[in-house]
């Protein structure tokens, strides 16, 4: 693959080391929360969309004033695409100006709910109240995820449970959350088991291979929030 011209900066006194593939990586999930196609984000930072497809791809170091162009395009920081915050928890920003915290209606709420991924259960245990991380499916308007049999999660069935999940964007100030309560109930039938298996988007992080017992959160309540900036 023939690198394209920009890409020789790299090489001069200002470039960036640090890990190009985590670059990549962050800069096309970046575009990805944006909804931003590469051509779109290459105009924004004044660049060939080949050469921006080389930096998501190809292994190679960056240059300060690209990766600032980059952030600026991206509406995020070049610490940001750094990686300088992944040790950090989100939400460290100073508030906007005028910020606007707005209700968010069920559909909303069960379309950010819907990008699946990774969400908060809160449950009671029989040590006192827990809350632990959790990779989850929206399914029929059901939270689904899966755990070990003896795993702190596992202690949900039967119970009226909480279930979050949130975006924050530090570099806007903004971001939303939606919270759903309702009861756990372990998926008993090995058909259910089987289709949540075959519906889930995402794996657990941690050992997948024995982590084969399925739970659904059945709402009773879904509410959620977005903040911004007054002026959006």
């Not at 790299?10 to 929360?33: E, F, K, M, W, Y």
């Not at 162009?69 to 695409?81: F, I, K, N």
């Not at 989100?90 to 005028?98: E, K």
């Not at 975006?167 to 309560?181: E, F, K, P, R, T």
């Amino acid at each position: 693959m023939a690198v394209p011209s920009e890409a020789a900066s790299a090489g001069a006194a200002d470039a960036v080391h640090s890990n190009p593939g985590d670059i990549g990586r962050r800069i096309a999930r970046r575009r990805d929360q944006l909804g931003m196609s590469r051509e779109e984000a290459a105009a924004r930072a004044g660049m060939a969309p080949g050469y921006l497809q080389y930096l998501e791809s190809q292994p190679g170091e960056v240059s300060t004033a690209c990766l600032l162009r980059l952030a600026g395009a991206l509406e995020t920081t070049m610490g940001e695409l750094l990686g300088g915050g992944v040790d950090l928890p989100p939400g460290r920003g100073d508030s906007a100006q005028r910020p606007r915290l707005d209700e968010l209606d069920p559909a909303e709420c069960r379309t950010l709910l819907s990008t699946h991924g990774v969400g908060r259960l809160a449950v009671t245990t029989s040590e006192g109240p827990a809350v632990v991380p959790v990779n989850y499916t929206l399914v029929d308007d059901s939270v689904v995820f899966r755990t070990a049999p003896h795993a702190l999660p596992s202690q949900a069935s039967g119970k009226e449970v909480a279930f979050e999940v949130d975006h924050i964007d530090d570099a806007l100030s903004q971001g939303w959350s939606v919270l759903v309560v309702g009861r756990a109930q372990q998926v008993t039938d090995p058909e259910e088991a089987r289709g949540l298996g075959e519906l889930a988007r995402s794996r657990p992080w941690w050992s997948p291979e024995s982590r084969d017992l399925w739970m659904r959160i059945t709402p009773r309540r879904t509410t959620g929030r977005r903040i911004r900036a007054g002026g959006q």
